[in-house]
């Protein structure tokens, strides 16, 4: 089993938003039964707390389920439970770095450095704007999930 986990700063909205856009694609392509996909913070803000209401509303616009999410911070055992840690931005690659005491295997990854377009997830929570957000997701995961399938493959 591929165990994939997806960070930001607080877990309501972007990596919330990947965990759930890349269980959609891997149940799409007959593959979920393959895969764990979850989704942590890099700070203990949010801890607890469901999806933000406009990311929830974004994933529902497109069909896409996201019910039972709490808010987590990432852990230095995910380093050793999940193979590929799946940053939104620049900041998270920091913070995941620190909190997992480094990256030797090299599993910390920007989730836009699978595309041809490398570089940060338009964070939501600043900009308002969660269309861009998805855009941005959708890309992404669309790539790991291209990236992992020839991994495994």
Known sequence: M??????CHGNICRSPMAEFVMKDLMAKAGLAEDFD???????????????????????????????????????????????????????NLR???RICGGDPEGKIRRLLDFTARPGEVADPWYTGDFTATW????????????RVKADVG
């Open 95 to 97: 913070n995941a770095r």
């Open 135 to 146: 855009r941005d997701v959708l890309e992404g995961c669309t790539a790991l999930l291209a």
């Open 2 to 7: 591929t165990r994939i986990l997806f960070i």
């Open 37 to 91: 996909i979850a989704s942590a913070a890099t700070s203990r803000e949010e801890i607890g707390n469901d999806i933000y209401p406009p990311a929830r509303r974004e994933l529902a616009h497109h069909g896409v389920p996201c019910e039972g999410h709490r808010a987590r911070q990432l852990t230095r055992e995910d380093y050793r439970r999940y193979d590929y840690l799946v940053v939104m931005d620049d900041a």
